[in-house]
């Protein structure tokens, strides 16, 4: 009986908005943008999420691929929703990043790859910075 009722209030709201839309031809281009801007929101969002500086769980003072932080347990943490690369490590195990961080998707405009390169001298400078950083005893 609830449902009914409900169903009769959405019938008439959804009428009284749509109604008139075939006369209403100035709106077109603003329906049309909002979901051209939907679609393009959603992709955002999935293509932030693909990122690895996209930290979440801010609880902890290391960041989730920290091997300080995942040394005893990363084999038990879930992988990507969508896992192109077939492996089954966690995504922020520290091989898999280094292996293949410059081929993650950074820039939308990057026509000659400059961000798909290895850096081998960051490679080397974040090694010896988490050693000098152990010896201190940060780490």
């Known amino acids: 009986m609830r449902i009914t009722a409900l169903w009769r209030v959405f019938r008439g709201v959804s009428k009284f908005l749509v109604r008139k839309l075939h006369h209403a031809y100035e709106l077109y281009p603003i329906f049309a943008l909002t979901g051209v801007w939907f679609i ?6 999935y293509y932030s999420f693909e990122k690895m ?6 609880s902890k003072t290391t ?9 005893d347990n990363y084999w ?8 192109r690369e077939g492996k089954t490590t966690a995504p922020w195990d520290w091989e898999r990043i280094r292996d293949n961080y410059w081929k993650k998707p950074t820039l939308a405009f990057d ?15 974040q090694d010896e910075m988490l050693i000098a950083a152990k ?3 940060t780490r």
Not at 40 to 45: A, R
């Open 40 to 45: 393009m929101f959603c992709y955002v969002i």
């Open 53 to 58: 500086e996209v930290w979440l769980d801010r």
């Open 63 to 71: 960041a989730p691929w920290d091997w300080e932080r995942i040394r």
């Open 76 to 83: 038990k943490k879930p992988t990507l929703a969508f896992d």
């Open 111 to 125: 026509r000659e790859g400059v961000s798909h390169r290895r850096l081998g001298i960051m490679e080397q400078l």
């Open 135 to 137: 010896e201190r005893g």
